[in-house]
Nanobody, 124 residues
């Protein structure tokens, strides 16, 4: 069956780094664009970054540009989010999602698959 499983979350001090991983299985990974979203309790899930199916192109929202980097490995069926210079406002549950069309990446309802999420807490 289809699975996306995130890992790598945790508690980190402001200014620190974390690397999130998302393991995919049960579908043809290289045919999907992959995104990281985040959600704070009581707020909408927001897009953080997206990477094209073959990893050539990426998109990051302004609030994380220069600090976060999305990448993928189509041999291992993995997608990653390297997060540097973390801030308290980055605290959220982070989710990976799979979407077929690049133009659909900003809309939650267009995603075919989601992981259960991993908690990231940035606090001193």
């Amino acid at each position: 069956q289809v699975q996306l499983v995130e890992s790598g979350g945790g508690l980190v001090q402001p200014g620190g780094s974390l690397r999130l991983s998302c393991a995919a299985s049960g579908f043809i990974f290289s045919t999907y664009h992959m995104s990281w979203f985040r959600q704070v309790s009581g707020k909408e899930r927001e897009l953080v970054a997206t990477i094209e199916n073959y990893g050539i192109g990426t998109s990051h929202v302004d609030s994380v540009k220069g600090r976060f980097t999305i990448s993928r490995d189509n041999v291992k069926n993995m997608v990653y989010l390297q997060m540097n210079s973390l801030k308290p406002e980055d605290t959220a549950v982070y989710y990976c999602g799979a979407v077929k069309r690049w133009s659909d990446r900003r809309t939650l309802e267009n995603y075919d698959y989601w992981g259960p999420g991993t908690q990231v807490t940035v606090s001193s």
